[in-house]
Every structure is written in C-alpha cells, then in structure tokens.
C-alpha cells in the first residue's frame, strides 16, 4: 500500500470540462509534487510546493492549476485540457526540500491518476 | 544530453539468482542516487539510495554500489523473486536542488521461474 493516496484512480473530460485531481499524505512530509507521466518514460516534474508555498513551476500551462489547502493535501485543477494532455499523473511527497549531504530525503509517490482528454 | 543512462532496456533473469542493473550517469555533481521499481498501472516505488559520500548502501535483499571514478551505479538483488519483476527506474539529484530528479530511462527485469 501506497502512503501516497490519489484520488481518482481514472480520469475521463472532454475538452471543455472542468475537473480536479486530488493527493493526501500523512507522513508529515512538508513538500509535495506533481508530475506527468508519459507511456515508457520518466516522470515530468510539473510543480514543487514546499510548506504550503509554490516553489517550482516547471513552465506548466496555465490550464493546469495546482493548490495546496494545508500540508497534507495538494489538488491540481484543471480546464480546457488538450489531447495531448493525457497521460499519468503523480503525485509525490519527501520531508522537506532542504538536504544536507549524505542525508537521505526519497520522494515517495502515489499510484497516479490515469487521465484521458476527449 | 542524457544525464543518467540505463543502456539495458530489458533483463531477463532466473529466479533464485542475482540481478544486477546499471546506471551510469556524466555529471560528476550528482549528490544523490535512487532506484525505483515501478508495476504497470501504479507509480514508482521507492527501494534504496545512496548518497555520493558512500560506496555501498544494503537493505534486505537489496544493494546499491557506487562507483565516483566510473560515474557508475548498479542495484544488485539477491535472491530474485517473481515479485521482483517490474521497471526499475535509476535517478539522480544534486544537494542544492535535491527536488530536481534527473531520471534514466528505465530497465525491465523478468524474473523467470
């Protein structure tokens, strides 16, 4: 079992609809990740928030809106997705962003949310 | 530039033996080394790491070695399961950016019966 818990597990909109994607840890990890995954590839860092706060945003397109209500949650919205959109998305968390070396901070991640645009 | 190689798209592998899986990477900066092992339908899971300062981390029937001067890593299994079968995914970060994860393009290991 996942510490990581995606909700929905599978994903179907049509262009024009408006839907959310939701991700719950409770590890007391501080920072939280979003990602895309494309069939036999690695994951694509979308955006990084570290306490509550957006630290990276990896020149996402606007139609994807990520939210952090509180550190156990992060949602991302989206509206007006593309085809090409499709894909895994993973959500992943760690304890912190800050490192120091030989300390050992591994994302863990859920078990995505399998998105298909219409 | 591909930053972290996996050349072997698949390995096949006995059950009961040892599987050895390579990475290399070029950039002699990378702090920190990870393997994931990922199931089809779900995301990756976590299994060792090892951070530039060492040479060798054990957990369980899992070791990672690193190799500095060869810019090399490997993740041995011992034994292989049936379990064991999955896409193994080697990453690396740097200390100051450690959420960046510079990942390969993955390994498929079949364990066979």
């Known amino acids: 079992d996942t510490e990581v818990t995606q909700t929905p597990k599978h994903l179907v909109m049509g262009m024009t609809n408006k839907k959310s994607l939701k991700c719950e840890q409770h590890?007391?990890?501080?920072?939280m990740y979003w990602y895309k995954q494309k069939a036999k590839k690695p994951p694509e860092l979308m955006f990084v928030?570290?306490?509550?706060?957006?630290?990276i945003n990896e020149s996402v397109p606007s139609r994807f809106s990520p939210e952090c209500p509180n550190s156990s949650l992060l949602n991302l919205h989206l509206h007006a997705l593309q085809p090409e959109d499709s894909a895994l998305y993973l959500c992943?968390?760690?304890?912190?962003?800050?490192?120091?070396?030989?300390?050992?901070?591994?994302?863990?991640f859920g078990d995505g949310t399998r998105l298909s645009i219409l | 530039d591909q930053q972290v190689k996996q050349n072997s798209p698949s390995l096949s592998v006995q059950e009961g033996r040892i599987s050895i899986l390579n990475c290399d990477y070029t950039?002699?900066?990378?702090?920190?080394f990870l393997w994931y092992k990922k199931y089809p339908a779900e995301g990756p899971t976590f299994l060792i790491s090892?951070?530039?300062i060492k040479d060798k981390n054990e957990d369980g029937r899992f070791t990672v070695f690193l190799n500095k001067s060869a810019k090399h890593l490997s993740l041995h299994i011992v034994p292989s399961q049936p379990g064991d079968s999955a896409v193994y995914f080697c990453?690396?970060?740097?200390?100051?950016?450690?959420?960046?994860?510079?990942w390969g393009a993955g390994t498929k290991l079949i364990i066979k019966p």
């Open positions: 590890m007391g990890h501080r920072a």
């Open positions: 992943a968390s760690s304890l912190s962003l800050g490192s120091r070396l030989g300390s050992n901070q591994p994302q863990h």
């Open positions: 950039n002699s900066m990378f702090d920190y």
């Open positions: 090892i951070s530039s």
């Open positions: 928030y570290s306490y509550e706060k957006l630290s």
């Open positions: 990453a690396a970060s740097f200390l100051d950016s450690n959420y960046q994860l510079i």
